[in-house]
């Protein structure tokens, strides 16, 4: 594949990058027509899979922290199965065939939802839509699943709340925050190479992030072509991590708080001069954060693509994923 191929597709991912926060404040204003029963459903599973499963596992986070006993189960439990609970949601941007795997479980739960772009109507499924429809064409997908973050915090919210979920309050200078994230990324690149972004060794933060920043991982192994980093406890970086890459260069992406906590700024005093700190900062509260941290990373991943360029439209492996990709197709 030549050079142009490559910058063309990071040229298309750029363009992508432009249009997060214009389809998060989309979603964010979207009604949410719920069912009235959602408080009624004491244990949840959540599943998704690819880019869908960081906005999965971040909404059984947060129904977890709203006192709901909830799991997020891989797509492949339900081939056999169906993960016990009262109810299920399932994310999927263009409702891929795996998602009918779960989709297909639907009369083995009180209520199954799919938070979902697609138009698509299913017998027993409540539909959560959100934009865009289509996101074709590159290996990465950030709108999508971004739109998609947005709203299941919003589900998360109304369900925690025992609302229908319409009417939702404007999040706390949330445009703002997004429209600031590119020069705030850029300023977290000063004094590293954004090529050193491939060399990343693991995200760092603190607390509920830990869990809540999960979702981050994937957009770097899709991106960058690397396996998925680790999310390390702050506390727990001096308990093997650190020992795993002291003795070498290495790059960590620190997700946090701004202000940032005493235990971040302790950072610092156990790393080398070899170590580089790529900070991630948000002062929005609770999980709307994950979405500056989210669009914040997409610029970072723009600009080590730039400095390294990988071809996003013809990835390894085109074309011989059917075998598992196409499990689930006519299932619903």
Known sequence: MSEVDKSSSVARLAERVG???AEVARAMAMPLDLPGDLASHRRWITTGVGASEGPARLLAALLRAGGRLADFAPISSFAESAPPGDACVVVSQGLSPNASIPLARAGDYARMMLVTASRAEHREVVAVRHGPSHEDGLLLRVVGPAA????VV?????IAHETNGNGASHPIDLDGALGSSRARAIAALRDVDPAALF???GIVASGADTALCDGLRHKLLEGLGRGHPPVWDVCGLVHGPL???YERDAVLLVV???PAPDLHERLARVLLPRHRIVRLRSRLPGA???LDFDLQLDHLLVEALRARPRDLAEWPGKGRDGALYELGRARI
């Not at 998609?148 to 709203?151: D, E, K, L, Q, V």
């Not at 919003?154 to 109304?158: G, I, Q, S, V, W």
């Open 288 to 290: 709307l954060a994950v």
């Open 256 to 258: 946090e708080r701004d």
């Open 154 to 158: 919003r589900l998360a919210k109304a």
């Open 199 to 201: 060399d990343l060794v």
């Open 148 to 151: 998609a973050t947005a709203t």
């Open 243 to 245: 020992q795993s890459f």
């Open 19 to 21: 249009c997060v926060a």
